[in-house]
């Protein structure tokens, strides 16, 4: 009796181990089908799986500094080169490499005059689905918007 009940219990937590990684295989499928299927036009609905996980795309490269949400004006000027000097200097004075940045250094810039909206729904029109055949679906929409909202225009 009590090898059967440690089985059963062995059985249960396997299962909730694995369900999880079902889950997961999924997503990226569900969201491939939803890109699919707005850019056939048969998924307008304004919230859909594929707009959502670009806008949380966008948020996550926010966070990570890999983009920047700059008015367009400021994404279209040319940076000022610093001197060694001036390099320097702040990077000895100034806590945060932040400030030291400009908009070269990010892979993707968006006006902030944008919509986010409008921008998930372009990027989602955009992406070759064709490429996923071959690349993660990441890789895939990080090349879209950096073609799309490159930060020297």
């Known amino acids: 009796m009590k090898k059967l009940k440690h089985r059963m219990l062995s059985m249960t937590i396997m299962g ?6 079902i889950v997961l295989a999924d997503f990226k499928s569900e969201i491939i089908a939803s890109c699919t299927a707005y850019q056939q036009g048969h998924d307008n ?4 799986a594929c ?3 670009i806008d949380g795309f966008i948020d996550s490269s926010l ?5 920047a949400v700059q ?3 400021m994404i279209a000027s040319k940076p000022r080169e610093q001197s060694a000097f001036l390099q320097r200097a702040y990077k000895t004075r100034v806590s945060d490499p932040a400030f030291l940045r400009n908009h070269k250094d990010y ?3 968006i006006p ?3 919509d986010r909206k409008v921008v998930a729904s372009g990027i989602a029109k955009l992406i ?17 918007l950096i073609a799309d909202h490159s930060c020297s225009q």
């Open 16 to 21: 909730l181990i694995l369900i999880p990684t």
């Open 45 to 48: 609905q304004e919230f859909n």
């Open 51 to 53: 707009k959502l996980y």
């Open 63 to 67: 966070l990570t500094e890999d983009a």
């Open 71 to 73: 008015p367009k004006a």
């Open 107 to 109: 892979q993707f810039c």
């Open 112 to 114: 902030r005059e944008y």
């Open 128 to 144: 070759d689905i064709n490429q996923l055949v071959d690349k993660p679906l990441k890789v895939v929409l990080l090349e879209t």
